[in-house]
């Protein structure tokens, strides 16, 4: 944001220099130069890739796949990916022409704003959320419009909340359930009132479900799967949360021709294509992945029950997550904010949470815990935690 | 059930009411549940795993290839049993392939376990041949990797 570099003129761009940076890179800086932290301020699994993953790259290397690929990805992964679709929801894409492989789910949401907003076009951003939505139509050349979830409606957003902020400019809807940082998943009605306000008022769903397939309790709801909706519906996803992949990036949207092919010109002209290398690793994790993935989602039920009922056991209120791997505590009972209860919880225990306005001022008043460490780790975390909690409670 | 033992397995430390949170059970229902295991015996043992060579103690390990005759109406049961019941042999598999029984035999020197195949092992009627290959170094034992863990570094605080 500097003015008046030398002869008084900026070079950075008015719109990226008024974009703050991520709250989540601010803590970052602050817990970087501590040692023995524990850190449940983490958003990826701390498992590595499975073996014959990794395996399944080195022969790819071996074999000489280095080379570019088709801009939408390799097709066999394409076909793999819409032979997972289909297993999984029952609904069936055109793997030449309905799918796009990118560089992280990141960026298929990027390019997805870009392939569709006019300047000023609105997209509804349901908070707290992800660190990139907003920034990313910003960025986009639209305009964010911030519609809080609610704990009591388990951080799922209603269509009656909805509503009244569209607008003749409103474009689309944002959606990310399994939610990163709350936990929340959708039900099946909350989904179909969406669904029918998208239709009643002709609005494109985005559909970030990286987390899907860590759903713990009740079945994953896929938008594009539900009646009506595959036509205005953009699915992202990825291998980074369910696979462990968090490193290769790759990702995948899954939408209407028209759609796809927008973001792949976008994509041809910036990314050209994602990694071959990462794509053969993603195809293996598609076909033999299966049983690995399980393991890890059953480890991390197991340390969400235990690190879900500490947290409620030491008066931190928590709703239960029942997606992704995030606990979201409440931390009213210390009379802190969540940058401060965050800042004094490093500075006096040593565990790192991050503060729940990272995910917009709607995360204000909670912190987001990530429970992809291990169960040890847990355990040391919710003593120290306990103890914290014990000394500032009022 | 198959997840208590799985937990079990990897880690006999954990207490019932550890258990029980994790997997949204009661904690009696886990006693309950852990008894019934341990009664049936398919919860054969508790014990720590050793990694002896940190610990600065000497021990060696040796695989043994047994060829044996096996017997009218008990087999390879019988001479299995006479083999295992010798408190240096650690296990005792049958096997398909080239030989019939493998033995795994500790001690603390090389020359005691050499001299323990050659006289109690080999000696043993219906035993036809012997073959012992020393273990020079433990990698991964029983599914846990002995030295050099995988440490990986990741970001402290990410999105």
Redesign the interface.
């Known amino acids: 944001m500097s003015e008046g570099m030398g002869n008084g003129r900026s070079w950075v761009n008015k719109t990226i220099a008024a974009i703050p940076p ?1 709250g ?1 890179r601010r ?2 800086d602050l ?2 130069e501590m040692k023995g ?1 524990i ?1 449940l ?4 699994p ?1 498992f ?1 890739t499975p073996w014959h993953i990794r395996e399944a790259c080195f022969y790819s290397l071996e074999k000489g796949y280095t080379m570019y690929t088709s801009n939408y990805g390799l097709l066999e992964l394409r076909e793999e990916i819409v032979a997972d679709l289909g297993k999984n929801y029952g609904i069936s894409y055109d793997p030449k022409q309905e799918i796009l492989v990118t560089v992280g789910v990141s960026e298929a949401i990027d390019l997805a704003f870009r392939a569709i907003l006019e300047p000023d076009d609105e997209v509804i951003v349901p908070e707290p959320c ?3 939505y907003n920034p990313c139509v910003i960025m986009a050349g639209g305009k964010p419009v911030n519609v809080t979830t609610k704990v009591e409606e388990g951080f799922r957003v209603r269509a009656r909340d909805i509503e009244p902020l569209i607008t003749p400019k409103t474009k689309a809807i944002l959606l990310c359930y399994p939610n ?1 940082p709350t936990g929340g998943v959708m039900t099946r009605d909350v989904a179909l009132e969406l669904a029918e306000l998208a239709q009643k008022h002709d609005l494109l769903i985005l559909s970030d479900e990286v987390y899907a397939h860590l759903t713990y309790e009740g079945e994953h709801i896929c938008f594009a799967a539900l009646p009506g909706m595959q036509e205005r519906t953009v699915l992202l996803n990825g291998f980074s949360k369910a696979y462990a992949m968090t490193g290769w990036r790759l990702g995948y949207a899954a939408g209407p021709h028209e759609i796809i092919q927008a973001m792949m010109k976008i994509h041809q002209f910036t990314m050209l294509c994602a990694p071959i290398t990462a794509q053969k690793a993603a195809i293996e994790a598609l076909r033999h992945g299966e049983n690995e993935r399980r393991k890890m989602c ?1 480890e991390y039920n ?2 969400r ?2 690190f879900v ?1 500490g947290l409620n056991d030491m008066g931190l209120t928590c709703f239960e997550p029942k997606g992704a791997f995030y606990a979201f505590p409440a931390v009213g009972i210390t009379g802190m904010t969540s940058l401060e209860f965050s800042e004094q919880l490093l500075k006096e225990e040593k565990v ?1 949470v ?1 503060p729940g306005d990272a995910f917009g001022s709607f995360g204000e008043g909670y912190v987001r815990c990530s429970y992809a460490s291990s169960m040890e780790n847990l355990q040391e975390a919710l003593i120290r935690m306990g103890r914290f909690v014990q000394r500032h409670r009022h | 059930m198959q ?1 208590i033992l799985e ?1 079990l397995e990897r880690n006999d430390r954990l207490t019932p009411a ?1 258990i029980a ?4 059970m009661s904690e009696e229902d886990v006693k309950t549940k852990i008894a019934e295991l341990e009664a049936d015996k398919v919860i054969i043992n508790y014990r720590a795993m050793v990694n002896w060579e940190r610990a600065g103690v000497e021990k060696v390990n040796a695989l043994i290839e047994v060829k044996v005759i096996p017997q009218r109406d008990v087999g390879f049961d019988e001479i299995a049993e006479r083999i295992y019941r010798f408190p240096e042999v650690k296990s005792v598999f049958l096997m398909s392939g080239a030989y019939d029984l493998m033995v795994l035999v500790e001690g603390t020197t090389m020359k005691e376990v050499a001299l323990f195949v050659s006289q109690k092992l080999a000696t043993i009627y219906n035993v036809q041949s012997t073959a012992t290959h020393f273990v020079l170094k433990k990698y991964k034992l029983e599914g846990v990797i002995m030295e050099g863990k ?1 440490e ?1 570094e ?6």
């Open positions: 991520s989540i803590f970052f817990v970087a932290v850190s301020g983490v958003g990826e701390d590595v992800y660190v990139s990163n059953e197991r340390r029950r235990l009922k790192a991050v | 997840e937990l550890e949170v994790m997997l949204g995988e990986v990741r970001l402290v605080v990410t999105p």
